[in-house]
């Protein structure tokens, strides 16, 4: 794939060399070996490749002035505190996606073209000024045949082919940072720019991010609290989203808000505790909810827009992300450590090291009031760590962690006192017990599936034994492990009894523990400790005898 191919790409790779000299970056210029594609006079300034101290923010810069793919880029990392170094990742935060609006007249011709009819028949009100223009799309006020009002997002007019030479410039780029630049290759460019075009290939699907909303609209179709924009289908395409009109705020416009006399606290709270159950509940989330995706309504509704970037999360990872979280809340060091030390650690030893790190890191939480912790810090710290370390967390986690940093700086910018740990403890309270009766669900289902099998066992063993005692069993086969058959059963129906008991007093134990009556000793009932005492003994008796059996 050649940057040369067309004059156009040429032109667009032009402007980003000119670009990254007017801020004081052609020190990359330099160490890509592409000062041959300046003019002369450019060539010979030299202090204009002199690397320089300031170089988030002048990233940051460039990438804001290039726009198209290159603003889209910096959006996906400025959510992955994986790929990139957290000063970066706090320079590209500040970043807005905002373009120059496409003319009215290409608008319309776009939307006639996907739906093949005239706009007036489809929108009898279209608002020709948009309410938002971002770098693929732009969003316009309308009204329905029916009066009902919406939102329409359409997709600038030949923006795939613009976002492609993009991306192919940028996949220029990745090789020689990963050829030129010994120190990057760690970020893998070239991986970071894979996984940029397959995700700017979803979001350039409407469809998919119609998809998205209508999920997000069924979990939270019975909230007070949180209202989701409807998608209207009839009136979509991959190329046109035509959603409900949400009349709220931006969150970050607070005087607006307080004019419409929204509580700002209680919408604060409306929205953290939208995205806990997001995470924890439903198990899908959206993983991009800075101010301008936040919408708050009267009696403080939260609505979410713009659904492109979205986690999910399966059991297993549900439950790390719960241990991850909730170790934190609950200041357990060892559920954060559990959860994490087995992804991406091929040695005992890399465990044994990145175990240790994360104790260190995490011990002096112990020595502080829960109020006081900043999980937006902790997970930081966490992320950072999991980077040293060359852990490869899987994406949907990191995208938890940063909705998580990004949704503490929200509420601590709006409601400065707002406290994250305690906010959540409620929340935390109703997990726990969510998994309890899921607990008792689970053992209630094994034991019905296994019922008869359990029913039997006992009846047929003893049967068996009896027929053997009495001798009603012959074998007349000569062999000396033959002979040795009742032996061996009577042992292993031993063992089998051991093994049944010491299930039911663990799984016994495991319930008054969560139920949590009678005598308590450090907040655990005292049967229930004693009954995993009695459990460890039978053990130690179990593996005594098998052991001494082994060596015989």
């Not at 594609?37 to 060539?43: A, C, D, Q, T, V």
């Not at 009839?234 to 419409?260: A, C, F, N, R």
């Not at 029913?455 to 001798?471: C, H, Q, V, Y």
Request: glycine share 4%; aromatic share 10%; charged share 30%.
């Amino acid at each position: 794939m050649s940057i040369f191919r067309s004059i156009r790409n040429f032109k667009r790779f032009e402007h980003i060399l000119n670009t990254l000299l007017k801020y004081e970056l052609g020190f990359i210029i330099h160490k890509l070996h592409l000062k041959h594609h300046l003019p002369l006079h450019k060539r010979l300034q030299t202090k204009q490749f002199e690397e320089k101290n300031d170089g988030p923010y002048k990233i940051r810069r460039v990438f804001e002035e290039l726009g198209g793919a290159f603003t889209k880029l910096a959006q996906l990392l400025s959510v992955r505190p994986d790929l990139i170094p957290p000063d970066y990742i706090i320079e590209l935060e500040k970043l807005q996606d905002k373009a120059k609006p496409v003319p009215f007249e290409d608008i319309k011709e776009e939307i006639e073209k996907q739906l093949k009819k005239p706009l007036k028949e489809i929108f009898p009100y279209f608002k020709k000024a948009p309410i938002a223009s971002a770098s693929i799309s732009q969003v316009h006020e309308a009204k329905l045949k029916n009066g009902q009002r919406v939102a329409v997002k359409v997709q600038r007019p030949k923006i795939r082919e613009t976002m492609e030479e993009d991306i192919s410039i940028m996949f220029f780029l990745a090789n020689l940072l990963e050829k030129h630049i010994p120190r990057l290759r760690e970020y893998s460019p070239i991986t970071i720019v894979k996984e940029f075009e397959t995700w700017t290939r979803q979001e350039l699907d409407f469809r998919i991010e119609a998809k998205h909303a209508k999920r997000f609209y069924y979990n939270f179709k019975d909230s007070r609290t949180v209202k989701i924009p409807k998608v209207i289908d009839e009136h979509t395409t991959s190329k046109i989203l035509t959603l409900e009109y949400i009349d709220g705020t931006e969150l970050h416009d607070i005087k607006k808000i307080k004019k419409k006399h929204c509580n700002i606290k209680k919408a604060i709270k409306n929205g953290f505790d939208a995205i806990l159950t997001q995470v924890f509940v439903h198990g899908f989330f959206h993983a991009d909810p800075h101010p301008g995706n936040i919408l708050v309504s009267k009696n403080s509704t939260i609505s979410f827009v713009d659904f492109g970037i979205v986690g999910y999360f399966d059991d297993a990872l549900k439950s790390r992300a719960i241990n991850v979280f909730y170790g934190i809340i609950e200041n357990q060091p060892e559920r954060i450590i559990e959860a994490l030390t087995e992804m991406g650690l091929s040695t005992k030893e890399g465990r044994s090291r990145f175990r240790m790190d994360l104790e260190d890191l995490i011990r002096p939480l112990q020595d502080n009031s829960l109020s006081d912790v900043k999980v937006s810090y902790v997970l930081e710290d966490i992320f950072e760590l999991a980077h040293k370390h060359k852990v490869k967390l899987p994406v949907d986690l990191i995208l938890f962690g940063k909705t998580f940093i990004t949704l503490e700086g929200l509420a601590l910018r709006y409601y400065p006192d707002f406290k994250m740990v305690e906010q959540s403890k409620p929340f935390i309270k109703k997990i726990k017990k969510q998994s309890f009766n899921q607990l008792k669900e689970d053992i209630i289902n094994t034991g019905w599936k296994y019922k008869k099998l359990i029913k039997i066992i006992p009846d047929k063993t003893s049967g068996f034994l009896n027929k053997l005692e009495a001798g009603s069993i012959k074998v007349d086969i000569e062999d000396k492990d033959i002979k040795n058959l009742t032996s061996e059963l009577d042992k292993s129906s031993n063992r089998l009894t051991y093994g049944m008991i010491i299930a039911s007093l663990i799984i016994g134990s495991a319930l008054l523990s969560y139920i949590g009556k009678g005598p308590m000793i450090s907040g655990l009932s005292i049967f229930s400790i004693a009954g995993f005492f009695v459990a460890i003994l039978l053990s130690i008796i179990l593996a005594i005898s098998i052991l001494r059996e082994n060596k015989r």
